[in-house]
């Protein structure tokens, strides 16, 4: 089997590479991604699979059809690009100013296309079935939702994920047993003090200085009432408030993002962060609100499924080609919601050049991608995939 899918993955690397390109060259936005959605549904249906698009929105859902075994596996790569100016010169270079591919889902997308030529290709059925969740919008926490509700994790009994790092050089595999990524919430404040004149701060509830106060107390509170083993980041990225320079502003929001890895600590935070602003609140007369809106949960690799990949890749690239992910990411990833519904695994696909001094991060409009790894990805989770049904009986 995984000679067969050596072979045809060398027969097939050029067109993937053809495949990213013309991606890289058309990125849309998250929610937006109608014509990544026909591209890649037309891959799909000259495949001979059964494809449905306008899933989850601007979504495609493919099925390979498997030999009597009810057991499904799903394999998800996400779509969407972002609003970033491309500063790159390449024959291939974004053709839409200021949407870029710069966190690798052209690759994921091009890994999941790879993966179902070669399942095709195979020549006989797999035991069970595959179905290929093609999503929308993950740089917005939307899509998976989208996706789920319109019934994609029904029936399925195990999901497969990846994410390309230009930390991991290419053709390298990054493994990470338990927590992957971070859960992600979003946090409004609204402080609501009374105004006043700028030289007479004693006759008003000054909502800036309240402000700052609870910003502060904030930071400094996580590092004396959390458990730093169960780390917890806060970051208040925008503030509002204020009316004019020598008037006291009765008024501040203060937006920004949670990001936690214990589910207990996470259970935990809105009422820790609410102890928090009214202790600074209080003595001073100050009103507030709080809006915590849950956003994606961590990411929890299952630990077979992540040790069939771990074994699958081994066998596959080689035993030198797989590196253990020793601590976790507190970026979010919505491949966690499908986690909700079945157990699953997420891998990183390295991208980084070997060669080069700097390989820029991820969301960086330098963003590059050294394209062996594609048909690394493609082996991989093909390999996988097909000794998924072996592995689990």
Known sequence: MLSQIK???????????????????????????????????????SCGLRVQELV????????????????????????????????????????????????GHDVHTTVGLGTAMVLAQLGVPLPGPVRFLFQPAEETAQGARWM???????????????????????????IRYGALTAAADDLEIT????????????????????????????????????????????TIGQIS????????????????????????????????????????????????????????PSVLNDPALTELTARCASDALGREQIQLIHEPSLGAEDFSLYLEHAPGTMFRLGIGFTDRAVNYPLHHPKFEVDETAIAAGVITLAYASSQYWQSSA
């Open 241 to 296: 408030g204020g009316r004019a320079p020598n008037v006291i502003a009765d008024t501040v929001k203060l937006s920004g993002t949670v990001r936690s890895l214990h589910p207990d600590t996470r259970h935990h935070l809105p009422q820790w962060i609410d102890n928090i602003i009214a202790g600074v609140c209080q003595p001073y007369g100050a009103k507030y609100e709080i809006n915590f809106r849950r956003g994606v």
């Open 148 to 174: 789920i509700e319109d019934g994609v994790m029904e029936g399925v009994s195990a999901v497969l994920g990846l994410h390309a790092y230009p930390s991991v050089p290419a053709r390298t595999i990054g």
């Open 7 to 45: 072979s045809i993955v060398e027969t097939i690397t050029p067109r993937l590479i053809e495949i990213r390109r013309h991606l890289h060259s058309h990125p849309e936005l998250s929610g937006q991604e109608y014509k990544t959605a026909a591209y890649v549904a037309g891959v799909l249906s």
């Open 56 to 103: 989850g929105k601007t979504g495609v859902v493919a099925e390979l059809p498997g030999n009597g075994d009810r057991r499904l596996l799903a394999i998800r790569a996400d779509m969407d690009a972002l609003p970033i100016i491309e500063r790159l010169e390449l024959p291939y270079v974004s053709t839409q100013l200021g949407i870029m591919h710069a966190c």
């Open 191 to 234: 402080i609501m003090g009374e105004s006043g004149h700028g030289a007479r701060p004693h006759e008003a509830i000054d909502a800036i200085w309240i402000a700052s106060q609870v910003v502060t107390t904030l930071q400094q509170s996580i590092s004396r009432t959390q458990n730093p083993l169960h780390p917890v980041v806060l």
